[in-house]
């Protein structure tokens, strides 16, 4: 039997739409003169406040007397044999009679200061969106002026820890019909267009199989066969407004709680890649935490001196304009690197050392192998 969708009375009315952006129509929003300041421009907008200046922070009286009670341990022949032995032992791939038997011929060593400063800043953006109307009761403009959105006390995360939340904010909703289904609830099922019915794939609607006799027997012969979109109901509930039949619009507000990090390395006269010593672990040499750190200025190394005020003036000027900077934190670190060369077959070459923990880097160990291609 087949149907028409003619038939089917309580949804042949209903309109096909596309999924409707997020901004509500513009004639929602007339006349809600609290939303002025947010609407200027449409969609997404960054408030940020001034900057607040705050106490500044306390460099050492004397840098000297800092590095003088700093001591980083000097690597010897044997430290140096020991460090690449455990690295060797490590790795599934090398073998360890080389880093036993080679021959250690000079160890050049270097500390090298690293400046890095972290900054922890908080972004607002507003934006407008919706959820389906249940009971719970409206917080519209009525109940009073919408917060700034500065204004707004919320619960921050922990320092230097990053997230992003969002919240309502209070007093800005509104409710209105479901744009998507016109506040039905419901809409026509687009796999049978509203008619419950599609077309057999099996006999593509010719009620037989081909080159047989009989009728086709996953549609019964009918040349129809059930929607799998809507079981058959010829509708779908509305997926905008679950069924609700009305939205309530409000403003968002989304904060962004992120780390901004700035890092320099001291010039290094050896040939280890820069990346090593950015993840090599330091002895931390100084350490200035505030609400906002101001330029190291006569530490004894120039160029640390230079970078914190270089990072601290890019931090500010590229923060200043979308977020505002709730702490800093700047530090010195020393690294420790020794270069060790070595003689092995008669062939020199040279691995690394770096880090307080002895970390080891060597570019072309003598016996590597691939795990696959080792012949036992
Ligand atoms: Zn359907
Ligand atoms: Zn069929
Ligand atoms: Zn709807």
């Given at each position: 039997m087949d149907r028409d969708p003619?038939?089917?009375?309580?949804?042949?009315d209903l309109s096909f739409e596309a999924e409707s952006p997020v901004m509500p129509p513009d004639e929602l929003l007339e006349?809600?003169?609290?939303?002025d300041w947010l609407l200027q421009g449409r969609g997404r907008r960054v408030f940020f406040p001034s900057l607040e200046v705050l106490g500044r922070s306390q460099e050492p009286a004397s840098w000297s007397s800092v590095l003088e009670h700093s001591r980083v341990p000097v690597v010897t022949e044997e430290v140096a044999r020991e460090a690449l032995l455990s690295f060797v032992n490590s790795?599934?791939?090398?073998?360890?009679v080389a880093a036993g038997n080679l021959i250690i011929q000079e160890l050049r060593q270097q500390t090298l200061c690293r400046y890095r400063l972290e900054t922890f800043s908080e972004s607002r953006v507003s934006e407008w969106t919706f959820q389906p109307v249940t009971n719970h009761s409206v917080d519209g403009p009525q109940r009073g002026a919408s917060p700034r959105l500065w204004d707004m006390k919320v619960q921050m995360p922990p320092m230097f820890q990053e997230d992003t939340r969002k919240f309502q904010v209070p007093h800005s909703s509104l409710v209105k019909e479901c744009h998507k289904c016109h506040g039905r609830g419901r809409y026509k099922c687009s796999g049978c267009h509203g008619a419950g019915m599609v077309r057999c794939s099996s006999c593509s609607g010719t009620k037989r199989k081909a080159r047989q006799p009989r009728r086709c027997h996953m549609c019964s012969g009918s040349g129809r066969r059930r929607c799998s979109t809507c079981s058959g109901r010829g509708n779908k509930t509305c997926a905008t407004c679950k069924g609700e039949r009305k939205l309530e619009h409000f403003v968002q507000l989304v904060i962004m709680w992120k780390n901004s990090l700035f890092e320099f390395v001291s010039p290094n006269?050896?040939?280890?890649?820069?990346e090593l010593l950015a993840k090599a672990r330091g002895e931390n040499l100084f350490r200035d935490e505030n609400a906002t750190v101001y330029p190291i200025v006569d530490f004894p190394l120039r160029d640390i001196s230079l970078a914190s005020q270089r990072g601290i003036e890019e931090h500010n000027t590229a923060l200043a304009s979308r977020a505002r900077i709730l702490q800093q934190r700047q530090t010195i670190e020393l690294i420790p690197i020794t270069e060790v060369h070595y003689w092995y077959q008669g062939k020199t070459s040279v691995y690394y050392i770096y880090g307080t923990d002895h970390q080891v880097y060597v570019a072309d160990y003598p016996e590597r192998y691939c795990c696959g291609c080792t012949i036992l």
């Open positions: 003619s038939e089917d009375d309580s949804v042949a006349g809600l003169p609290s939303y790795q599934c791939c090398y073998s360890s006269h050896l040939h280890c890649p820069r």
